[in-house]
């Protein structure tokens, strides 16, 4: 009965390869999130959307495409794989217009060899 | 730059001591300051959060203080365990838009 789910959890890959990370919520919320958790913990925000809608689009190269396809759905496809993109993905949602709370994944931890 | 600034980056306590863990703001403009707790393999999730029109919140053995003028917060952890041992990240909101995080405190409490 997972509120945020999110697959693969692990993925290890060859530089230069496509890959995609898929999230599901189940909560209601109208708000989804990618954040990226690098090797230092440190979590930093990529993309944002609202009702399907991307509303925040961080400093992020453009290998870097989401897509959501309705409310519940929040897909990270990643084009030409570098070492640096090696890091954990967590998929987030929200309800803007009630608490407000993040609710994590578990999730996708991607390596880049 | 780094909106939230968090430490320690680690902290050691014997169960049964008080576990703090430090966060600074910059934007007066965050009306919503919550803490998170990580277990290895795990998501974040929510532990406890406060607005700035109150300097204190208290859940369990978990407090929030927060110090609007000097635009700082701190969680304390009282009689802390060894099931308290995670990484904790504070973080900052403006309605709820973008959460900034902070770097995160690996908690180690010793049995």
């Known amino acids: 009965d997972t509120a945020v789910s999110q697959t693969p959890k692990y993925l290890v890959t060859q530089m230069g390869n496509d890959k995609s990370i898929k999230c599901e919520q189940n909560l209601g919320h109208d708000t989804m999130y990618w954040y990226k958790q690098d090797s230092k913990k440190f979590l930093k925000i990529m993309f944002s959307y609202n009702n399907k809608e991307l509303i925040i689009n961080e400093t992020v190269p453009n290998r870097f495409s989401p897509k959501s396809p309705d409310k519940a759905h929040l897909n990270l496809h990643i084009n030409s794989l570098e070492l640096g993109d090696s890091a954990v993905y967590f998929c987030?949602?929200?309800?803007?217009?009630?608490?407000?709370?993040?609710?994590f994944g578990e999730g996708s931890r991607l390596t880049v060899l | 730059q780094q909106q939230v600034k968090q430490s320690p980056q680690s902290l050691i306590v014997q169960k049964g001591g008080i576990s703090i863990i430090n966060c600074a703001y910059e934007n007066t403009a965050f009306d919503y300051f919550p803490w998170y707790q990580q277990f290895p393999g795990k998501g974040p999730a929510l532990l406890i959060a406060i607005r700035p029109d109150v300097s204190e919140k208290k859940e369990g053995r978990f407090t929030i203080s927060f110090n609007k003028s000097a635009k700082q917060f701190s969680l304390h952890i009282m009689d802390s365990q060894p099931g308290d041992s995670a990484t904790y990240f504070c973080?900052?909101?403006?309605?709820?838009?973008?959460?900034?995080f902070g770097s995160g405190t690996k908690l180690n409490v010793k049995p």
């Open positions: 973080a900052a909101t403006y309605n709820f838009n973008k959460f900034y």
């Open positions: 987030a949602s929200s309800h803007m217009q009630g608490s407000g709370e993040l609710f």
